[in-house]
């Protein structure tokens, strides 16, 4: 390290002239080192394969909204999901972070300037004799001063561009985040409520076939009494009945763990909400726009962010190559330092210096070249992190169109299925209360058709979560539009 500390204005007068308009040249010339980001390429497929027989939307809604669940019409829904925003605490934790990512880009801006150190000190020393012939001691020697010192790093290489660089990327990765948990805990809720709401459905059609199995019940020990049947009658029909009565006690535990679960994600303690039994009654998935596959990279917010973290890594390249370069460092300090504090703000107690220094590792055993190399593994390590989030993020999406298109098949089958089921078990009881059939006969019938009425509603369920889980693939309606800019991570 070379600097100039001179004693005299005027003797450096001359130096001063010549260095100052080189290091402004040398500034104004920096360039950033390390390799342009482009986003890397993906594999986009010209359109879903499980769009076949797929109902698009309507035009007017040629794209998802930002309140997706409005979409459903379920006023109690709504009023859940509202919460999210303001009471989640994982929600919390990731705004959280990206407040930490800004303050880092904050913390790598303030190397663009001048760092600048203000000190004062008051001393007051003797020594020894000194071989003072009396055997006395030399007096005491107050020394007072007051100093300020600026030292700055000229980005001639890029460095500090770059570490901005990925700071604002990693911000921006994080803002992402804050979006993919959002759309998580969103997507969430809507299935554990609807989840709950099938369990409601399920709950009401046991107590519907409680009561009718005790109406047969009822049948069968009328006809036990009046001597048309064997007591065999009678204990089949009281165990259909108390093994329904379970079923349907047994529903309690799911309903009560999915309740609990919708408080906490709604950022309330489990004793703190109840929800009404409401049962999933005539709720169907509604018609969801999908768009384009090359329109995905843009709305989903995992992707967004694993392509900013790409980018992170990318200037993180510049940054480890930028040590190869020499570093400039420029310095400046001034004051005042007088034996008497009475005289330290005057005109001969002022003191200053200017000085200028260049530093080039020369040897540091494969350091920076193994700091580079890492750098560059790390980017493409990114890499494969995107183009993966990528995929997965379309095969969520067929999954879920696949899912949607075969269950709505499977429902209007099923639908017959339990229209025969509910035949069935009229005939099977009037021909019991002819003497034709043996009670085995309603017992058949009435428990195949509870079966059919409990798919049909599991079936139901299940189509309203995978249109939840479309959504969700989709990307809620969001927009990488929406990430804040480099300005904006540095407010």
Known sequence: MKSFLPSSFTAVRPRIRKVLPAALVLCLAGCSIGPNFFRPKAPVPPAYKEMAGWKQAEPRDHELRGNWWEMYNDPVLNGLEA???????????????????????????????????????????????????????????????????????????????????????????????????????????????????????QKRILDENVRAFEASLKLTQNRYDAGVVARVDVVQAQSQMQATQAQAIDTGVQ???????????????????????????????????????????????DIAGAERRVAAANAQIGVAQAAYFPALTLSASGGF?????????????????????????????????????????????????????????????????????????????????????????????????????????????????LTNERTAVDLRSRRLAASVLLVRALGGGWNASALPSARETAR
């Not at 000190?119 to 020894?128: D, E, H, K, L």
């Not at 999406?397 to 099923?414: F, G, K, W, Y």
Request: net charge neutral; glycine share 6%.
């Open 83 to 201: 919460q999210v925003n303001v009471s989640n605490q994982t929600l919390a934790q990731a705004e959280a972070r990206y407040r930490q990512s800004r303050a880092l880009v904050a913390q790598a801006r303030s190397a663009y300037f001048p760092v600048v150190d203000v000190s004062a000190s008051s001393n007051r020393s003797q020594s020894g004799s000194g071989g003072s012939t009396t055997g006395g001691s030399r007096p005491a020697v107050n020394s007072h001063r007051l100093s300020a010192d600026a030292t700055w790093e000229p980005d001639l290489w890029g460095r500090i561009r770059r570490t901005v660089e990925a700071n604002v990327a990693s911000a921006q990765a994080s803002a992402a985040d804050v979006e993919s948990v959002r759309l998580s805990i969103q997507s969430d809720l809507a299935q554990s409520y609807f989840a709950l709401r099938a369990v409601d459905a």
């Open 255 to 301: 309903r009560a763990q999915l309740e609990h679960a919708i408080a906490v994600l709604v950022g309330k303690s489990p004793a703190e909400l109840s929800l009404a039994l409401a049962p999933l009654d005539e709720i169907v998935p509604p018609a969801i726009p999908v768009g384009l596959p090359s329109a995905l990279l843009e709305r989903r917010p």
């Open 337 to 449: 330092a007088s034996a008497t504090i009475g005289n330290l703000i005057s005109t001969p107690a002022r003191f200053w210096s200017l000085g200028l220094g260049l530093a080039q590792t020369l040897f540091d055993a494969g350091a920076r070249r193994a700091r580079t190399q890492q750098a560059v593994a790390l980017y493409d390590e990114t890499v494969g992190a995107y183009r993966q989030t990528v995929l997965t993020g379309f095969q969520e999406v067929e999954d879920n169109l696949a899912a949607l298109r075969i269950l709505e098949e499977e429902s209007a089958v099923q639908a017959e299925a339990l229209a025969g089921a509910r035949q069935s078990v009229d005939l099977a009881l009037n021909q019991y209360k002819s003497g034709i059939v043996s009670y085995l006969n309603v017992l058949t019938a009435q428990t195949t058709a």
